[in-house]
Each structure stands twice: as structure tokens, then as C-alpha cells.
């Protein structure tokens, strides 16, 4: 089985950017990388939101945004979309198998993902694909989800900090030749 390497460490220790340098460097060697990165919507240097953007076809969508949306899945003062996140899933979950060969990486396995239930079978699927994974998850989840995967015989969690982001970089890199 491939390599399921989850990256999980305290917020701005540089998880995302980690994950946008293992792309860049896996892109370089032609290898093609499916997935989602989660980046912030940014307003008045104000954080404002997330989107999902597909890491192959570069299309996004809003995630999150701050303020009362029509939604019933709330994260403190986030409005999160978990119909438009769905319908973005149920694509996924239609081309695991068209995937082999290549890398996935998401950005993130986070409680605001973690409300979608598609979500939560892609995770399982994924997982239990022989699909090299990369994905951050939140060190302080506590979900079954997050669990499941540590159970999985292949699964590695390294914790990111600031000091040690060359280490781990080059410990993924090792583990997907």
C-alpha cells in the first residue's frame, strides 16, 4: 500500500505552505497531484473566509465566509456551505479510481470539511485506495474520521512546527519515491 501521510501541528506553523511546496516539488518531477487546498479569503488584510480550490483544475468555491448565510452549519463565526462543498465531493468521489499514479493532497481535514458526511466517506475511500495521500488535519480534532485513518496500517501523522519544516519536507519526500 502507498504512503498516507498526515501533517498535523498548532495554527501558522506552516502546514499549508508545506503542502504548496510538496506540490510544487512533486509537479516539477511530472507527477500530477489531485486534491483541494483550502486558502483564505482575504478582505482589508482581514480574514473573511476559506474556499476549496481544486488543486488540478484550479476552479474554487467559497467554503466559509464570516456573517449569517442561509446554512445551518455554523464554526464560531463562520458560515460554512456544506450543499456547495458536497456537490464538490460527489465529483471526487467519482474519479478515485481515475486517479493511479498520482498524488493527493488536502488541505485540510478540518472540522469545517468534517460537517459534510460525503466528506467523511471520500476520507474513508480515499484511504482505503492505493493513492499516495498527503493531507494536514487539525491536531485538536476529535473525530472518528481522524481516528480511522491513524488506524490504517500506512498512515504516518508528523507533527509540523517551525523549526523542523525542512525535516518533515524532505521525510515526505523520501517516503513517496
Known sequence: MKPKI?????????????????????SQKNVKIYGFLTPEIRKDNKREGFYVEDIYSKKRFPLARVGNFNTNFKLGKYSVFVQDFDNYITELL????????????IDEIGKMELFSKKFQEFIKKLFESD???????????????????????????????????????????????
Open 94 to 105: 467519482e474519479s478515485i479510481e481515475k486517479i493511479p499514479g498520482s498524488i493527493y493532497c
Open 6 to 26: 498526515l501533517i498535523t501541528g498548532p495554527p501558522r506553523c506552516g502546514k499549508s505552505t508545506l503542502i504548496l511546496k510538496l506540490i510544487e516539488h512533486f
Open 131 to 177: 493513492i499516495i495521500i498527503i493531507a494536514t488535519i487539525g491536531m485538536k480534532i476529535k473525530h472518528p474520521i481522524k481516528d480511522y485513518i491513524l488506524s490504517i496500517s500506512n498512515s504516518v501523522l508528523l507533527s509540523l512546527n517551525i523549526k523542523n519544516q525542512e525535516e518533515i519536507f524532505n521525510k515526505i519526500v523520501s517516503a513517496v519515491k
